[in-house]
């Protein structure tokens, strides 16, 4: 039996205000007044594709070994990266590499369910595969999709063993009808007519393959219990789910007015939200659409009662810090020049050949645990920092992502260049032992103390414009 084994998901902390946005252009576009309620998610400086599908993959791994994955497929419409393997910068964040086939999924808003298709099909011989979706979107300033999309991620674990939501059956279609597309030069998408997508695209398209999903999975509309389908026209999904013959009571909701439209994770954000909330026996229905559709039929079992805790949807919903400045969203999208100060001026040249050597320390936060004191330190090094022993060549690995840190000591640096100052850094200490200088994110005045409880989380530390955007990346503390 092949399904899903656990699940993730990742919202940045920090939540928009709609109608921060619309006040900010009302004097320009004021039909948007009509969507200026609720928030949607943005991401901090920080945050791309890359880091949120690493939270969410860590999120979906709680309680398990990363080095036990097979395959791994991130689906974006956002990689960072054009020509380097973004996949690979996620698993060696999760500090796996060897034996693992890792994969970019893209070009389409159903990228996400496509990946997790093909997850699933590699699973069916034993295999254990991830799936990561993520987006982090550009939009034009005073846009309806700017009101509209969201940030963030999710992340589905799917084997043969303790599944706790089984493949009943799926249905793709692959079809070249364009509602929106974003060209190679391109930074923002251009959409078509909302009536003709509706019309020509989700009501001619969907409900055939919703049938045909049925009718693989041995099923009825009445069966279904939750239909997962995203989509920026609100009513549609109640319409195809209507069409399909599908209860309208089970039309999750898409929340629009808490996060807004992840792009190609929704789909697997909203399925997340769902296995939440489902009981053992219901059957869920995941509709991917873009250039075709996924249609995806999965029942809950009752291994999902016995999954460990974890964040999830609604572990990070409550992580949340509405912000109203309009403002810093534009210059964190970096769609507002600002003045940067001779601060900013340094050389962000990355060293590629000590990168690849210090990867595990770097991507991974992988410390030392000396074999003879029991020394936990980082970085890791030849000689034990402890004065008592100082033996050589006695450290073990020692991953220290997923420890919790706290503050030893710390500065708020309003001098040194930030896009969201003040600068905080400071000396962070692990319990175990081991302790350096780290920045700090996603964080306030008032949470910044000594002895303040830090979680370690994958972030941008610098990007090297000079050099085609070659992002670094390093790990933060961020407030528990």
Same mark, same amino acid.
């Given at each position: 039996?092949?399904?899903?084994?656990?699940?993730?998901? &990742?919202?940045?902390?920090?939540?928009?205000?709609?109608?921060?946005?619309?006040?900010?252009?009302?004097?320009?576009?004021?039909?948007?007044?009509?969507?200026?309620?609720?928030?949607?998610?943005?991401?901090?400086?920080?945050?791309?594709?890359?880091?949120?599908?690493?939270?969410?993959?860590?999120?979906?791994?709680?309680?398990?070994?990363? =080095?036990?994955?097979?395959?791994? &497929?991130?689906?974006?419409?956002?990689?960072?990266?054009?020509?380097?393997?973004?996949?690979?910068?996620?698993?060696?964040?999760?500090?796996?590499?060897?034996?693992?086939?890792? %994969?970019? $999924?893209?070009?389409?808003?159903?990228?996400?369910?496509?990946?997790?298709?093909?997850?699933?099909?590699?699973?069916?011989?034993?295999?254990?595969?991830? $799936?990561?979706?993520?987006? /982090?979107?550009?939009?034009?300033?005073?846009?309806?999709?700017?009101?509209?999309?969201?940030?963030?991620?999710?992340?589905?674990?799917?084997?043969?063993?303790?599944?706790?939501?089984?493949?009943?059956?799926?249905?793709? $279609?692959?079809?070249? !009808?364009?509602?929106?597309?974003?060209?190679?030069?391109?930074?923002?998408? &251009?959409?078509?007519?909302?009536?003709?997508?509706?019309?020509?695209?989700? #009501? +001619?398209?969907?409900?055939?393959?919703? /049938?045909?999903?049925?009718?693989?999975?041995?099923? +009825?509309?009445?069966?279904?219990?939750?239909?997962?389908?995203?989509?920026?026209?609100?009513?549609?999904?109640?319409?195809?789910?209507?069409?399909?013959?599908?209860?309208?009571?089970?039309?999750?909701?898409?929340?629009? #007015?808490?996060?807004?439209?992840?792009?190609?994770?929704?789909?697997?954000?909203?399925?997340?939200?769902?296995?939440?909330?489902?009981?053992?026996?219901?059957?869920?229905?995941?509709?991917?659409?873009?250039?075709?559709?996924?249609?995806?039929?999965?029942?809950?079992?009752?291994?999902?009662? /016995?999954?460990?805790?974890?964040?999830?949807?609604?572990?990070?919903?409550?992580?949340?810090?509405?912000?109203?400045?309009?403002? +810093?969203?534009?210059?964190?999208?970096?769609?507002?020049?600002?003045?940067?100060?001779?601060?900013?001026?340094?050389?962000?040249?990355?060293?590629? %050949?000590?990168?690849?050597?210090?990867?595990?320390?770097?991507?991974?936060?992988?410390?030392?645990?000396?074999?003879?004191?029991?020394?936990?330190?980082?970085?890791?090094?030849?000689?034990?920092?402890?004065?008592?022993?100082?033996?050589?060549?006695?450290?073990?690995? &020692?991953?220290?992502?997923?420890?919790?840190? %706290?503050?030893?000591?710390?500065?708020?640096?309003?001098?040194?260049?930030?896009?969201?100052?003040?600068?905080?850094?400071?000396?962070?200490?692990?319990?175990?032992?081991?302790?350096?200088? %780290?920045? !700090?994110?996603?964080?306030? /005045?008032?949470?910044?103390?000594?002895?303040? +409880?830090?979680?370690?989380?994958?972030?941008?530390?610098?990007?090297?414009?000079?050099?085609?955007?070659? =992002?670094?990346?390093?790990? =933060?503390?961020?407030?528990?």
């Amino acid at each position: 039996m092949v399904g899903i084994v656990a699940f993730g998901a &990742y919202v940045p902390r920090l939540r928009l205000n709609r109608q921060a946005i619309y006040d900010a252009n009302k004097w320009y576009a004021p039909g948007l007044r009509g969507q200026a309620k609720g928030e949607r998610s943005m991401a901090n400086w920080d945050e791309d594709a890359i880091t949120m599908a690493v939270e969410a993959a860590r999120d979906c791994l709680t309680g398990r070994d990363p =080095k036990g994955l097979n395959n791994l &497929y991130f689906a974006s419409t956002t990689h960072p990266f054009k020509d380097r393997q973004n996949a690979g910068v996620i698993a060696t964040a999760l500090s796996i590499e060897q034996g693992l086939l890792a %994969s970019d $999924v893209g070009g389409s808003q159903k990228a996400g369910t496509s990946a997790l298709i093909a997850a699933l099909n590699a699973s069916r011989g034993g295999a254990t595969s991830l $799936v990561a979706a993520s987006d /982090k979107r550009q939009t034009r300033v005073a846009s309806a999709t700017e009101m509209q999309y969201g940030d963030g991620a999710a992340a589905l674990l799917c084997g043969t063993e303790g599944v706790i939501a089984r493949l009943v059956g799926s249905h793709s $279609v692959s079809l070249d !009808f364009v509602d929106h597309f974003r060209g190679e030069t391109a930074e923002y998408d &251009y959409g078509w007519e909302e009536r003709w997508i509706r019309d020509e695209g989700y #009501a +001619k398209i969907v409900p055939p393959a919703i /049938k045909a999903a049925l009718a693989a999975s041995g099923l +009825k509309g009445a069966d279904i219990a939750h239909f997962v389908m995203p989509s920026l026209m609100a009513p549609v999904p109640k319409l195809m789910a209507k069409m399909g013959g599908i209860a309208e009571t089970a039309v999750r909701d898409q929340l629009a #007015a808490t996060v807004g439209d992840t792009g190609t994770s929704h789909a697997l954000v909203m399925l997340v939200d769902a296995l939440e909330n489902a009981k053992a026996g219901e059957r869920i229905m995941v509709v991917g659409f873009g250039q075709g559709v996924d249609i995806l039929v999965f029942e809950a079992t009752a291994e999902l009662a /016995k999954l460990p805790k974890r964040l999830g949807l609604s572990g990070w919903m409550a992580r949340r810090k509405e912000e109203k400045n309009y403002m +810093k969203f534009l210059a964190f999208n970096e769609l507002l020049p600002i003045e940067k100060g001779m601060r900013a001026e340094f050389d962000k040249k990355t060293a590629l %050949s000590i990168l690849w050597r210090k990867r595990d320390m770097i991507y991974g936060l992988i410390g030392g645990k000396c074999r003879v004191c029991g020394t936990v330190q980082f970085p890791k090094s030849q000689v034990c920092v402890n004065p008592n022993c100082h033996a050589t060549d006695s450290q073990d690995d &020692y991953g220290m992502a997923g420890l919790e840190a %706290s503050i030893m000591s710390f500065t708020a640096d309003a001098l040194t260049y930030s896009p969201d100052p003040p600068a905080y850094y400071g000396m962070i200490t692990f319990p175990e032992g081991g302790r350096f200088m %780290s920045d !700090f994110t996603d964080c306030d /005045k008032e949470q910044v103390k000594v002895g303040t +409880k830090m979680r370690m989380t994958f972030r941008i530390r610098d990007n090297d414009t000079a050099r085609g955007g070659f =992002k670094r990346y390093f790990w =933060k503390a961020a407030p528990v």
